[in-house]
């Protein structure tokens, strides 16, 4: 499976939940809220907490504790990324992440058209033996440049799999349509100028 930059219609993945996760990579350091660094989707506020490499991660005012999120959304920008083609490319690295670290539900391509760049959709969910997390990663040109917005959802517990598969019919369809449809995106320039983490 692979995404390509497209002119043709929007593909559909889908994979079962049941298999064995691999676990997932990364550590959060932790930093004080900053209030002028606020998002919102969909009526929730997101507060900026961590940002380098590119990479920035915002959860709601409640989940401070990075090591314990709930709802995330991060936005990774990727400063090279100027075309189409390239941000394809993207959206493959990302699926095979993915593909790695848990199981795609779906992946969706929508063509280019005279207004817009294509854009790219990648649905899975990941997890550990302690966790599981539903992850939606828009891949989209924005300001010019190639960037991956995720919205992400953690269920913890080591018979989190009930719990997410709910999650999911009560809330993976509205995600997924605000995600595709969110026009507030900071720009590039303002995600530049967060304070950067050790």
């Known amino acids: 499976m692979s995404i390509r930059c497209p002119d043709t219609n929007r593909r559909y993945v889908l994979a079962a939940l049941g298999a064995a996760l691999m676990p997932m990579s990364g550590a959060w350091a932790q930093r004080p809220a900053d209030v002028s660094s606020t998002i919102s989707f969909r009526g929730t506020s997101f507060i900026h907490r961590w940002s380098k490499d590119g990479q920035h991660e915002f959860t709601p005012a409640d989940s401070a504790d990075l090591a ?7 936005l990774n920008v990727h400063g090279t990324v ?3 083609e390239q941000l394809a ?4 690295k990302v699926l095979a992440n993915y593909q790695r670290a848990g199981k795609v539900l779906q992946t969706r391509s929508t063509p280019r058209t005279a207004e817009r760049p294509a854009e790219h959709l990648i649905v899975a969910v990941l997890g550990t033996p302690d966790l599981l997390e539903a992850a939606f990663a828009r891949c989209l040109m924005h300001d010019g440049t190639g960037i991956v917005a995720v919205v992400s959802h953690r269920v913890y517990g080591k018979a989190a799999g009930p719990q997410m598969s709910e999650w999911l019919r ?29």
């Open 89 to 92: 490319d993207v959206a493959n």
């Open 82 to 84: 100027v075309r189409g």
């Open 170 to 198: 009560g809330n993976g369809p509205q995600v997924e349509q605000a995600l595709m449809a969110w026009g507030a995106m900071p720009s590039i320039a303002s995600l530049g100028r967060l304070p950067k983490s050790a």
């Open 68 to 74: 314990n999120w709930r709802d995330m959304l991060t």
